[in-house]
Each structure stands twice: as structure tokens, then as C-alpha cells.
């Protein structure tokens, strides 16, 4: 028996509710979740997230087990006072993401920079998350 993809009646009406569905400030923020590129280095697990238009002082992080969480809100204003003609915009949401780690860390160590929109957070690894090497001892 193969799949059949179901399409609704009437498709262009939901593309029509899509359209003013993009319109919304609230949906805008309601939907924003914010990429990660989690990598690591010799001796940290790194973590950047774009956030530009965000203020990094309404931006919160936390680590517990190996877990970040990222959490945010971003409120924008714009107001136009012009002859005859007045309008005033609020735009606002919160953000929330959450992302396992690829090695244990030691997240009191953590340190986060925000620059040109990025937000960088540098984690220690923990030693025994650190590869080691062992020479091997040959005996004759």
C-alpha cells in the first residue's frame, strides 16, 4: 500500500491564514528560536547563538548537567509622530532553547561574550572529559 500525501480542500486558504499568520509581531517572537553551532576545542565545548536585535542584559544562562539552556526576551519599539498621522508599535517574546552538551563540562568556569550580535559562551571541559595519552611501557 503506498502513502498518499493528503492536501486540504481548499490549500489556498491555509496559505492565505500562512500569510497574515507572518504579519503577527507576537508570532514573530512566539516562533524566534535561535540556532546554535555548539563545537569544541582542545579544551572547551563552544557554544554561539545568533541574537542580534536582543539585549544581552535580558538574556539569561544556565548549565546543569551538561545541558545548556539559553533563555531571552526582546521588546522593540517604534513610534512615528508626524503631521495628521501617529502610530506606535510594540513588538515583544521570549526565547527558550535547550541543548545537551557533547563531552561533561564545568559550567561554573563558563564565560559568555556578546559581540556584533553574536553571543559566544566558552565552557571548560572537565578532566575527565579531556582525551589523555598513555605511553606504553615495553619491557624486554
Not at 48 to 69: F, H, M, R
Not at 79 to 104: I, M, Q, T, W
Not at 119 to 139: D, F, N, Q
Request: hydrophobic share 40%; proline share 6%.
Amino acid at each position: 500500500m503506498s502513502i498518499v500525501r493528503w492536501t486540504p480542500m481548499f490549500p489556498a486558504l491555509e496559505e492565505f491564514d500562512k500569510f497574515f499568520d507572518d504579519f503577527s509581531p507576537m508570532n514573530r517572537m512566539a516562533n524566534f528560536v535561535p540556532a546554535l553551532d555548539v563545537y569544541q576545542t582542545k579544551d572547551d565545548v563552544v557554544v554561539e547563538a545568533p541574537l542580534a536585535g536582543i539585549d544581552p542584559a535580558k538574556v539569561s544562562i544556565s548549565i546543569e548537567n551538561d545541558v545548556l539552556t539559553i533563555e531571552g526576551q526582546s521588546e522593540h519599539k517604534s513610534e512615528v509622530d508626524e503631521k495628521n498621522y501617529y502610530r506606535k508599535e510594540v513588538r515583544c517574546g521570549s526565547f527558550h532553547r535547550s541543548v545537551a552538551l557533547p563531552a561533561a563540562v564545568n559550567g561554573d568556569k563558563a564565560k559568555a561574550t556578546y559581540e556584533k550580535g553574536v553571543l559566544k559562551i566558552s565552557i571548560p571541559k572537565e578532566e575527565r572529559a579531556k582525551p589523555k595519552t598513555v605511553k606504553v611501557e615495553i619491557k624486554d
